[in-house]
């Protein structure tokens, strides 16, 4: 066990490793979020292991430039979530217009069928045949 304000090499090496997939989107333990709690988690360590350990530092240091810096994650948050308003929005909008080109499309359907069974009937009643003229 290691004294008191410091980690071991191996709990080094399982926080970078961690640390790596929660920067590039593929955590398996956590739902990805940069936290140090997930960090902990992903890394399968404790988080007084973590608060021990000179990579939580590195950690908030590169998580901060990933979010843009001076840019919190709360106010990160804030943009995806009007972000997914939006969408949410535009995804309505278009099931709307989805549903009435449906509607038109049946509704044209028919008159195509219509006129041509109006165009087999008129067909069927002539009997005149067609001449080609000279050109």
């Known amino acids: 066990m290691s004294p008191k304000g410091t ?4 709990t080094d ?5 961690a640390a790596n997939r ?4 593929t955590a398996i333990e956590t739902d990805g ?11 399968g360590v404790s988080r007084t292991a ?12 590169h998580a901060a430039r990933l979010l843009g810096g001076d840019e919190t994650a709360v106010g990160l948050i804030d943009q995806v ?12 909008e278009l099931q709307t217009r989805h549903a009435q080109l449906q509607r038109d499309h049946h509704d044209l359907l028919q ?11 008129v067909r ?12």
């Open 13 to 17: 090496q399982k926080l970078r490793q």
């Open 22 to 25: 929660l920067y590039t989107g």
């Open 7 to 10: 980690s071991t090499a191996a």
């Open 111 to 121: 008159v195509v069928n219509a006129l041509h069974a109006e165009l087999n009937t």
């Open 50 to 61: 973590l608060y021990r350990s000179p990579v939580l530092q590195e950690f908030n240091d």
């Open 81 to 92: 979530k009007g972000k997914l308003r939006t969408l949410r929005a535009q995804h309505r």
């Open 124 to 135: 069927s009643k002539t009997t005149a045949t067609v001449t080609r003229l000279p050109r």
């Open 33 to 43: 979020r940069l936290t140090a709690r997930n960090l902990a988690a992903e890394a």
